[in-house]
């Protein structure tokens, strides 16, 4: 990974948010008074994929400000060195080796043949967010005129499938808590989204022969059942007989929000109940599944479920005491692998607790749901114990507080390997080697 091409993201997305604020803060886009600080974080948010907002989108943006948030999702998800990438491939048919490297970093692609790979990402985009909008509009036409479904479909599908969690409804997703199919249908879009372009595409063009199929689709696929089942039952067994969540709600709608819930804690900002009800070890377990997030080139947050399966193979091999090198699928985990997942982790928790204490001592709310709302914003996911109406937490910290989940959301966006090293910079090659220190563990 390189200093310069890490750099170049980086400001590429600053110029995306920078942009998308000033076209935020213009008349025709709001309606009413709209500080430029909540048109940066809104901004922010939304290229980002995050979800937290400070501001309603329904109720203070117009159709156009509507619009342009959601083409920043669509940015963000696809990541904006892909849209340049694209436009480079109808102006000329070669591709730089820099342009290919940036994008290689930007995506996490594993070669350089950026151009043919974005071209099956477009087509998947297109493909899956187009069933999404088809399927939902037609389910919110049942409430709405036909000109309204079809944009609160389409922007739902494309905020879904972008892991981003905005909504044009006020209540996000409560008023259809027990509407099954666009349940299912925004958690499918979800997963789909969180699995990873790499994922997606490998299991089309291997339907026919899964053996084929490689050790990072294996364990990305095994380890979103897992986490989805686990944040399930965790759910259920927290929240089953409580009042404000679950308890009121028949045995069905308590699996199927339950479901709801395990899959946007981890990637999406989704909510389908009023998560300011949850209890304490729910917010906690959550933070778990939020900081885990999704698969490798996808369009969810976090430190991603690989980085996780690593760490934990690594750790029962070390346990075991085993002679032989951690591996999974009769493949060997190389150690440089496992040294990049342990500094991602390391990094990770260590950001997260100390802007944590930060808030806590700059903005007066207790610890737990600063913590929430920290790893929300860091893991890019959105949800959040709200300000007791329609708006997230952050809604309610001073101009600092904002500012420094706006950074959070940046960083989780641009990736916890990627922040670390444009903070820490890049280290200069040496060609020699110190001898073996004696350290006791």
């Known amino acids: 990974m390189s200093y310069k091409y890490v750099r ?28 430029f600080i909540d048109a940066i974080f809104t901004s922010t948010s939304a290229a980002c994929v995050t979800g937290l907002i400070v501001t309603s989108t329904s109720e203070n943006f117009t159709v156009i400000g509507e619009i ?53 990402i477009l087509l998947v985009v297109l493909t899956v967010e187009t069933i999404g909008a088809l ?8 409430k709405y005129e036909l000109s309204e479904a079809i944009w609160y479909g389409v922007f739902n599908s494309i905020s879904a499938f972008n892991n981003a969690g905005f909504s044009l409804f006020t209540d996000n997703m409560i008023g259809y808590k027990d509407n099954t199919i666009v349940l299912f249908t925004i958690c499918f879009l979800i997963i789909l989204g969180g699995l990873g372009y790499f994922v997606i595409i490998e299991l089309h063009e291997n339907k026919k022969f899964a053996k084929r199929i490689t050790i990072h689709t294996k364990i990305v696929i095994l380890g979103t059942i897992f986490l989805i089942l686990f944040g399930m039952i965790l759910s259920l067994s927290i929240e089953w007989n409580n009042p404000k969540t679950l308890g009121e709600l028949s045995v069905y709608d308590k699996l199927l929000n339950s479901f709801f819930l395990s899959v946007n804690f981890r990637t999406a900002g989704f909510n389908s109940m009023d998560l300011s009800g949850l209890k304490d070890s729910s917010l906690f377990f959550s933070t778990l599944l939020m900081m885990t997030g999704a698969g490798q080139g996808g369009t969810a947050g976090g430190m991603k479920i690989t980085t996780i399966a690593v760490l934990v193979i690594m750790v029962l091999f070390v346990l075991k005491q085993s002679n ?57 996911v959105g949800v959040s114990v709200g300000d007791g109406g329609i708006l997230s937490l952050c809604a309610l910290f001073d101009d600092f507080g904002k500012g420094v989940v706006i950074i959070s959301m940046i960083a989780g966006r641009l990736g916890v390997f990627a922040f670390g090293l444009l903070l820490v910079g890049q280290a200069k090659k040496v060609h020699f080697k110190y001898p073996v220190g004696r350290i006791i563990i």
């Open 8 to 35: 170049t993201i980086f400001i590429g997305y600053l110029s995306i948010i920078f942009i998308g604020a000033i076209l935020l803060s213009l008349p025709f886009s709001h309606i009413g008074d709209l500080r």
């Open 68 to 120: 342009i948030i959601l083409t920043l999702i669509q940015i963000g998800g696809i990541g904006y060195m892909s849209l340049v990438i694209i436009f480079f491939l109808f102006v000329k048919d070669n591709l730089s080796l820099d342009d290919k490297r940036a994008t290689k970093l930007s995506l996490d692609l594993p070669d350089l043949h950026v151009g043919a790979f974005i071209k099956k």
């Open 135 to 142: 399927i939902l509009s037609y389910q919110f036409s049942e």
């Open 324 to 380: 032989q090198e951690p591996h999974v699928f009769k493949r060997t985990i190389e150690q440089k692998l496992i040294n990049k997942a342990a500094a991602i982790v390391m990094f990770s928790s260590a950001y997260v607790l100390f802007i944590t204490l930060l808030l806590v001592e700059t903005q007066d709310f207790p610890f737990m749901k600063i913590l929430f709302e920290v790893v929300s914003a860091f893991c890019t």
